[in-house]
């Protein structure tokens, strides 16, 4: 039985995680990747303020570049029709989708790039120990909690672990808090996107099962899949991009989405035509199942199609996670290895409350799973804020 002041500390840390509403301070993104002239060439998106533009920025205390593009808004058809060949029923109905400009990362995020955020386990870990930087009620809206050490590395990087390849196994939690991290961290509001929002960038404006056309005879030239990956993931971004510039939105890795999965697919926004793409979402209340998208270098060119769902399940994708309770972070078992993500950030940024859902947990299992590894001492819980880039560097100088 838990001592009493274990659980009250269970309790405290929910509140933290449960009543936080997003800082008056969060990332306002209000001028990045905006230009007032149009550019004479590349991709640009006409906007209030002038042109959407292509930008890059490090990550902070780092020299790790990640490249935005720009991605015109629009109608779509989320979903496919009944006649489209190895269609599955949860790919429908289609229904409208209204979807507002925004950017999206050029490709997945790769393993150097998530070895950052990695880090900030031990950081956290030794600013606790040293009594500093300290998460309190001021400044509860702005922590997050780091990934656990891998149980098992040799799996998870069994085809590679180069800076280059997409990282891989985090689960839909892990992957919210990096946005959030990086957000923070970068003044922007980055974050996972719908389902709706990453079928409309990853289609790039075309209706066809792939964005190179009707079929996968040229699936060579633009994704990584079972048929020519054997050797495992390459590096993100040598496939050739679709018409709006994204690599690998299919083959590479499988990229998350803020979704829970659902059976009936968009049943349940049918009669709410036209909708807009950041409110088609059923949040999760359990981890799983979620949805990821895309198709992996695991699958065939069938799961690679544009309109193709895949339901995270976290039974059989933490199997051999010897863990109790298992991992909020990490995935252990295929398909997980083919699992990643990419950082999307709208035009006009979304309201604390809504980005809130974006970057926090929604499931209760996952945030009593979290609760239970932190206060037991086995999670990295800790302040984010433009200080921590410094603050890291000077714990690495020392």
């Known amino acids: 039985m838990l001592r009493r002041s274990v659980v009250s500390a269970i309790v405290c840390f929910a509140a933290l995680l449960l009543a936080a509403p997003v800082s008056a301070e969060a990332p306002s993104g209000s001028k990045l990747g905006i230009a007032q002239e149009k550019p004479a060439d590349g991709p640009s998106?006409?906007?209030?303020?002038?042109?959407?533009?292509?930008?890059?920025?490090?990550?902070?205390?780092?020299?790790?570049?990640?490249?935005?593009v720009p991605v015109p808004g629009g109608k779509f058809k989320l979903g496919s029709p009944e006649s489209e060949a190895d269609r599955n029923d949860d790919e429908g109905p289609q229904i409208e989708v209204v979807v507002d400009p925004m950017w999206v990362m050029k490709t997945e995020i790769n393993w150097a790039q998530y070895k950052e955020y990695m880090k900030l386990y031990g950081i956290f870990k030794t600013f606790e120990a040293n009594g500093e930087r300290k998460v309190n009620d001021d400044n509860k809206v702005d922590a997050i909690t780091a990934p656990t050490e891998l149980y098992d590395p040799s799996f998870t990087y069994e085809y590679g672990e180069e800076p280059d390849q997409p990282a891989v196994t985090m689960t839909q939690y892990s992957a919210q808090q990096f946005t959030k991290w990086l957000s923070?961290?970068?003044?922007?509001?980055?974050?996972l996107p719908t389902e709706a929002e990453w079928e409309y960038a990853a289609r790039g404006g075309t209706t066809t099962p792939y964005y190179w056309g009707e079929s996968a005879d040229d699936i060579d030239d633009y994704a990584w899949n079972f048929d020519n990956s054997d050797d495992g993931p390459a590096s993100v971004g040598s496939k050739k991009?679709?018409?709006?510039?994204?690599?690998?939105?299919?083959?590479?890795?499988?990229?998350?989405?803020?979704?829970?999965?659902?059976?009936?697919?968009?049943a349940a926004f049918a009669d709410k035509q036209p909708i807009n793409a950041t409110e088609v979402v059923k949040w999760p209340e359990e981890s799983y199942p979620a949805v990821v998208r895309g198709g992996s270098w695991e699958k065939d060119p069938p799961e690679l199609r544009a309109a193709a769902r895949l339901a995270s399940d976290d039974e059989e994708w933490k199997e051999e996670d010897p863990n109790f309770p298992k991992s909020p972070w990490w995935f252990t078992s295929d398909p997980a290895r083919g699992v990643g993500f990419r950082l999307f950030r709208s035009y006009k940024p979304l309201a604390k409350d809504k980005i809130t859902k974006f970057w926090e947990a929604s499931a209760e299992d996952v945030i009593a799973d979290v609760e239970s590894r932190v206060v037991g001492g086995r999670g990295g819980f800790g302040l984010v804020d433009k200080d921590l880039p410094k603050a890291a560097k000077a714990l690495e100088d020392n």
């Open 241 to 266: 991009p679709n018409a709006y510039g994204l690599h690998d939105m299919l083959g590479s890795a499988y990229e998350w989405t803020v979704n829970a999965y659902t059976e009936d697919g968009y």
């Open 45 to 68: 998106v006409k906007v209030e303020e002038g042109f959407m533009v292509p930008y890059a920025f490090m990550i902070p205390g780092t020299e790790l570049k990640i490249e935005m």
């Open 184 to 191: 923070i961290v970068t003044d922007q509001q980055l974050r």
